[in-house]
């Protein structure tokens, strides 16, 4: 067995025990993070059976769709400028970053062309940091009303990026809260808006997530190694 499959298993271990730990019952699924790292090693991981992988550029997915093979569940995960939502539309299974409504009107625009329905998260600052993209908590509701008349979009749940912290549990309050949102949203019952999604937790905080409610977490260092952006 590869490193990088060795790698996985562990950090799928982890989930697994949070999971229990937890005492839920619900959905959890690991998504490989892959961005910057070759398609040999999605492939690798492709072998022994991982299906979903996590990419946050529009140009890096389009490369790595075409080489790999078609029953993978590409998750969009970085920001999404509109201009660039038409080339993405066909190939992912989720968009996790929407953050305005210009955005998925857009979505909504490429998806009624093409005749497909869009399964997306609402990107939600929850820390309200500066330096990061996202709506603020008090926003989500009303976005969520807008989004849901539009065609072809389906808001299947919230997504958040939690804040870089030395101590996971630091960042408990904050999956704390993303849930809270979405049982607030989901008890308004808006038609055309599921929150059984809750996309949270990477490297530093995934256990901590899954013990708040995430059902995807998002995690690329502790399995595929540390990023290199100079190449
Ligand atoms: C890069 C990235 C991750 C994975 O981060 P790691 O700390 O390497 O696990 C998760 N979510 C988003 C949105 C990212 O851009």
Same mark, same amino acid.
């Given at each position: 067995m590869s490193t990088l499959t060795d790698n996985y298993n562990a950090v799928s271990f982890r989930c697994e025990k949070a999971y229990v730990r937890s005492g839920r019952t619900d959905d959890m699924t690991l998504i490989a993070v892959s961005k910057t790292h070759p398609a040999a090693d999605i492939?690798? @991981? !492709?072998?022994?059976?991982?299906?979903?992988?996590? =990419?946050?550029?529009? +140009?890096e997915l389009v490369d790595k769709y075409e080489q790999l093979p078609k029953d993978i569940r590409w998750h969009l995960i970085g920001h999404l400028q509109r201009n660039k939502v038409k080339y993405i539309i066909d190939k992912v299974c989720l968009i996790h970053s929407v953050d305005s409504l210009r955005l998925a009107e857009e979505i909504s625009r490429e998806a009624v062309k093409k005749d497909l329905t869009?399964?997306? @998260? @609402?990107?939600?600052?929850?820390?309200? =940091? =500066?330096?990061?993209?996202?709506?603020?908590? =008090?926003?989500? +509701?009303?976005?969520?009303?807008?989004?849901?008349a539009l065609p072809g979009i389906r808001i299947r749940g919230l997504m958040t990026i939690a804040p870089f912290v030395e101590d996971a549990e630091d960042n408990r309050k !904050?999956?704390?809260? @993303?849930? +809270?949102?979405?049982?607030?949203? #989901?008890?308004?019952n808006t038609h055309n808006v599921? #929150?059984?999604?809750?996309?949270?937790? #990477?490297?530093?905080d995934f256990e901590v997530a899954i013990e708040e409610g995430a059902t995807l977490v998002r995690v690329g260092t502790a399995i595929f190694g540390a990023r290199d952006y100079s190449i």
């Open positions: 492939a690798t @991981l !492709y072998e022994s059976g991982v299906r979903d992988f996590g =990419e946050n550029k529009v +140009q869009v399964d997306i @998260l @609402l990107e939600v600052n929850v820390a309200g =940091e =500066e330096s990061k993209f996202g709506i603020r908590p =008090e926003e989500a +509701q009303e976005l969520a009303e807008r989004i849901a !904050y999956f704390a809260k @993303l849930k +809270q949102l979405s049982v607030d949203i #989901m008890r308004k599921s #929150m059984d999604i809750l996309s949270m937790g #990477m490297t530093g």
